[in-house]
């Protein structure tokens, strides 16, 4: 919260050296450069070399040894005609859309519930943060034990003694994608948890106190003066949610790698089919830049948002 | 601290709520929490220690503990995976630290023509994941431009890429702004060059910030899939997040051994977050804000 508030301070500041530097000459301005250029090398070489490649690709029929040939926007068009690719892209913007919303709002009432100093409350923040550290590859065996099909599983267990199920999971076309959303929110809450307890702490405490004063309940204090001053922190976890729910794979990967029936079938994993298992570069290629550009489009708007409501 | 009273230090005033009633429904609260959210992990890794034959038989309370699994978890090479990780991770992270350190030292500590554009094609680069990227990226693994390498099949393309992250340099960036000029400008005087100047002033003074792009940097590099998936060729360069996949379809290996390596997988990246928490928390906060 503080970085943002105090940069343009920071940038006014006459500092940088600059009077210090000046007049040494050639060497003195090849010197950031120098520093820069490790890094800037390897963004060079492993992602804006990929992003050419992809954007040329995307306009070719890629022909390994035959060369590619010209196809204009072709590869775009099956990609948006293509039943797969629509059922995919369908899935994605599902996932992204319930992923980012159910880990807010669970995010949120999770930072409600255990904001405090207090240490028991420190504890059980770190134990709820665990599954965000834990790596995707281990959540993602972990939850196919738990959705286990069978009556006995952990889940249907669970399912069982409020009396629903049993539930086949991520093995049935009606529950597969509703069940890796589940892994996510599970996995997405407590990050957003944490950035909310960060952004409740910012909030002026004399405000509740005055509310308070005026009569107000707490869910009324809560709706009039802790959601408005947490709306930067919602923009960003927005953003921030939307773009990896975008770009989802891994966990489509491993808990059901598109099945069953295609019924989780999301964007990347049909790309990394095509691209690597049926040799479909150019087609693949256009995907991708289709997922980039709606990862574009939407950081811009969010961003120009943010601008405006700042202004 | 003022007098007010503590039920209006937080939005709803639940946490600070007295009395016998409200204790026990916080304590009921905060058990079913950690049980949902740490409960799956700590299951595992019990079922890691005990016999199990199969999924519906996880529990979090065990009659028998034994090491069987690890024993055959090892006999699978998972020892081999896990190497594997770990050089990814120790190198890989130690690249990008340096990386980092050296860039910024430019960023945050002198001005300079077209430092904005830099800055600009650094932050577009968290629009290009290494996902989005997959199908060019294994194309430019396989033959890296101007030096014609092929990183496919060695630990080295795992790592290279991993080098340099945005989220990393700009993170130190605003740690690296706040050391105050004078000091480095008395060193110059004194005839310091630039590279003595970040190693012996700005390095020590930014030690916390060490911290936090370390451990980011470590959980970062811990949890990647993809990058490996595009590398690896065969068994002997999986990485342990890699192998589980595999692992897990071995007939021969049963759950036990899957069991054993996951919580192999899954203890680094936790042991490490557990003891780095307070820097992991400073970056979460900066990190995020910054977008």
Do not use: C
Request: net charge positive; hydrophobic share 55%; proline share 5%.
């Amino acid at each position: 919260m503080t970085s943002l508030r105090e940069a343009p301070a920071r940038r006014r500041a006459p500092a940088l050296g600059v009077p210090a530097r000046r007049g040494r000459g050639a060497r003195a301005y090849a010197l950031p450069w120098l520093f820069l250029l490790p890094a800037l090398i390897l963004f060079a070489v492993f992602k804006f070399a990929p992003m050419v490649r992809a954007i040329e690709m995307s306009f070719h029929e890629v022909r390994p040894y035959l060369g590619d040939r010209w196809v204009g926007a072709d590869n775009y068009s099956a990609v948006v005609t293509d039943d797969a690719f629509r059922s995919a892209i369908w899935h994605t913007v599902v996932l992204a859309v319930g992923q980012t919303g159910g880990s807010l709002v669970i995010g949120l009432v999770l930072a409600l519930l255990l904001e405090g100093a207090a240490r028991h409350l420190w504890f059980v923040r770190t134990a709820v943060f665990l599954p965000t550290v834990a790596a995707m590859a281990v959540v993602a065996e972990v939850w196919r034990l738990i959705y286990y099909p069978a009556p006995d599983g952990i889940a249907n267990t669970l399912l069982g003694w409020i009396g629903m199920g049993p539930s086949s999971f991520l093995n049935a076309e009606d529950t597969s994608l509703w069940s890796v959303m589940a892994v996510g929110i599970w996995r997405g809450a407590p990050y957003d948890m944490m950035i909310f307890i960060a952004g409740l702490a910012g909030v002026d405490r004399t405000l509740y106190e005055a509310s308070a004063a005026d009569g107000a309940g707490p869910l009324r204090r809560l709706w009039h003066v802790t959601l408005p001053s947490l709306r930067p922190v919602f923009a960003i976890l927005f953003t921030l949610a939307a773009i990896r729910g975008l770009r989802v794979f891994t966990e489509i990967f491993l808990l059901t790698n598109g099945g069953p029936n295609g019924s989780t079938e999301v964007l990347m994993t049909l790309i990394y089919k095509l691209g690597l298992e049926r040799n479909e570069l150019g087609i693949a290629a256009a995907g991708s830049m289709v997922l980039l550009g709606a990862t574009v489009v939407l950081t811009l708007t969010v961003q120009a948002l943010r601008r405006r409501e700042a202004r | 601290m003022s007098t007010r009273p503590d039920r209006y230090d937080s939005a709803l005033g639940f946490t600070a709520l007295r009395g016998p009633l409200a204790r026990v429904a916080q304590i009921l609260l905060y058990a079913v929490l950690v049980t949902i959210f740490a409960g799956p992990l700590v299951a595992l890794m019990v079922g890691a220690f005990s016999p199990v034959a199969d999924p519906s038989r996880l529990t979090l309370w065990p009659d028998r503990l034994t090491l069987d699994n690890f024993t055959a978890a090892f006999d699978r090479g998972v020892l081999g995976y896990l190497l594997n990780s770990f050089i990814v991770v120790g190198v890989g992270l130690l690249l990008q630290i340096l990386v980092s350190v050296s860039a910024v030292y430019a960023l945050a500590r002198h001005k300079f023509p077209g430092m904005r554009l830099v800055l600009l094609l650094i932050l577009s680069t968290m629009m290009l994941p290494e996902e989005i990227l997959a199908i060019p990226l294994s194309l430019v693994l396989a033959d890296v431009p101007i030096v014609h390498v092929n990183l496919i099949g060695t630990l080295a393309g795992m790592i290279v890429p991993v080098a340099a992250w945005a989220f990393s340099i700009l993170v130190m960036t605003e740690f690296m702004k706040e050391i105050p000029m004078e000091l480095e400008e008395a060193a110059r005087i004194d005839g310091a060059g630039d590279l003595r100047i970040l190693m012996t002033i700005v390095l020590p003074l930014v030690r916390p910030a060490l911290g936090v792009i370390g451990i980011f940097g470590f959980t970062m590099i811990w949890d990647q899939y993809m990058l490996p998936l595009l590398v690896a060729q065969d068994a002997s360069q999986f990485t342990l997040p890699l192998a589980l996949r595999t692992l897990r379809t071995d007939e021969q290996a049963g759950l036990g051994v899957l069991l054993a390596a996951a919580l192999l997988a899954l203890l680094p990246s936790v042991l490490a977050f557990l003891a780095l928490q307070r820097q992991f928390m400073k970056g979460l906060t900066s990190g995020a804000v910054k977008g």
